[in-house]
């Protein structure tokens, strides 16, 4: 009786979750919509309240049954989608192709993406110079607000970001819930730390050859977004790394192992993320007194942030993305958000809902547009 | 263009990813000998230096050697570029198998060399021995020695990787006031494994400029 009552203890009343769903409501409203619905274009307005209605509806839901991660997907993998979906079309508009040519090289016509950030730090250091060919300041995806969005997701939900904001993680994350059981179940913890050994890698290239070796040679997302036009053997294996790399850890592992292989095994920016996660003021704590180490959140980490020792010690490790996994499978609610400073099994509800909070804001807000982009379209075709 | 130059930073990557490794297994045989008994500074840096000078040396001998054998061996340009490409991708893939085999070496080859009862030869021996250990990344080095066209460039590749290979060795006399020492092995390990990846490239790439040009 007593387990029932405990493992309910995130749920809310209809009215209650209505009262925390309202701030959301109005926030996401004044950010998508800038206040204003302008119905003259219908397919534009009716993009908009889709997507806005569909985002508080989950949040919503979050608060009504308890459960996060369950809901926080949806979102994650429509983004992921949406945002390929959104930048294949400009470049489509654009350039009538998916790949770049020289001429946009020098141009600086190529999107930023925030997975170049670890290598512009020493290169920009000793050069004062940023080696990525894109806008600083204004058009689609320029440095300067990616890298402030970045960083301020980063210092608030450090990994969480892996979780919450990155518009790539959808894809693998989405693959990894094909099937109801593992294929393959055993996977060396070593592993973990491949990160930091791509980042040590890509960081050190990056400063000796003033360029982004990773997008350069390494990126599996460039088979879902733009590529280097072939033109030369190097083009050509280039696009080999980048499609090889993308189907084995963005699909075909995710699916075996039920993980998010291409976040846990390659991402370098996972690995920064994972150092910033030392910052954060969110963290997810093990109430040792409750738990009966059944080890079920152990099993469903997506990203190889929990071992059995890490849950008798009583917290996750740096690796872990804060999507809540673990939390929604935890029959005795042992696992639960926290905040730093704040003892484990204490405060619950208080931190889950400060934490969905700031992490939905950020996702709503940084997806809104792409998925308007994409629903919109939707319509256009439909009719 | 983006190959060019990662080729001419190769084999500083290769010394820097792989010399994780070698400290891995030889560091901990090598410096608390250097560092024992009355040690003082000027001992510790006067070993360090010789055990540095020898292994350069000896990298310097290596570089002779193998651009002459080079020459010798790879007269024609397409064999040039055929056969290197085939060792590039068959050492490279040694040097992953290295980094992800549970059974690698951990016994120090150079460990025999502290049982020498002379002081002064101890630091150069080790440098020697160090140098020439069997391991995949010599032979990748080695390779690179033997394709390249000037004897200076050859020259340039070694120092290279005896550059990158050396700063793992330089905090050793901080090793026991390290964290983490398993973690960092192990990124250096996975590294080593990352090397090889470059290095098959590098190998297909000359594979198939070689057969595009027979």
Known sequence: MNNNLVSTSMEKSFGKSLLYTLPMFLITFIFISGGKVDFSNLPAALAIVVTFLFMNILYFMMHYTGKTDKFRVILFIIFALSLSFTLIKNMMEMRHSMSFSQADLLECKIPFCHLVIPMMIIPAAFTKSIIFPGSVIGGFADISSMIILWLVATLVLGRGFCAWGCFYGGWDDGFSRFRKKSVIKKISESWRWMPFAVLFMVALTAAMTLGPTYCDWICPFKAVTEFEQISSVESVAKAVVFISLFLSLVVVLPVLTKKRTQCSFLCPMGAVNSLSNKITPFVVKIDKKACSECFKCVQVCPLFALTKEDVKNGKASVFCSKCGKCVDVCSKNAIHFGIKGVPAGTMKNFSRNLFLFVSFLFISVFSAGSIINAVQSIFKLLF | MFLDILFMVDSFILGLSTGSACLLTCGMVMFPYLLAGSADVWRITADLSIFFLTRLTVYFLLATASWYFGQVL??????????????????AVMLIWYSISRKRQLQCPSGFVTTID???????????????????ALFIILTKGASESTLVQSYKAFLAFFIGSSLWFLPLPLAGKIRKKKVLQTIGILATGLAGIIFIIKGITSLIGGLINE
């Open chain 2, 74 to 91: 790879f007269m024609n340009p397409v064999v040039k570029s055929i056969v290197p490409g085939i060792l590039y991708i068959v050492f």
């Open chain 2, 118 to 136: 002379n002081r002064r030869l101890i630091p150069i021996l080790l440098g020697v021995v160090n140098s020439i250990g069997f391991c995949p």
